[in-house]
């Protein structure tokens, strides 16, 4: 689940996941103009997290998850401004 915080009046989201290895993370991006374009993004970027193929175990190429991750970073850079 995403949450949202407010600061310097530009809002982040924060998510909790499991990376590859098994260990708990939190990530925070930030500075979408409303909370709910944060809350918004945050989830998109949790589920991309919990679909995302394994690359060092051979489920994708490098190359092939570079550019789907490029594509990602595109579309929600594109939200910040």
């Known amino acids: ?3 949202a915080r407010e600061y310097k009046g530009r809002w982040y989201y924060r ?3 499991t990376d ?3 260990k708990k993370r939190d ?5 979408y103009k409303t909370r709910e374009l944060a809350i918004s ?3 998109k970027m949790e589920a ?3 679909k995302r193929p394994d690359v ?3 489920e994708m190429l490098v190359s092939d998850y570079f550019k789907e991750w490029y594509e990602q970073v595109i579309s929600l850079a594109c939200h910040i401004a």
Not at 27 to 31: A, D, F, K, N, Y
């Open 20 to 22: 590859s290895d098994g």
């Open 56 to 58: 060092l175990k051979g």
């Open 41 to 43: 993004a945050g989830e």
């Open 15 to 17: 998510i909790k996941y």
């Open 1 to 3: 689940m995403a949450y």
């Open 27 to 31: 990530l925070e991006r930030g500075t």
């Open 48 to 50: 991309m997290l919990k």
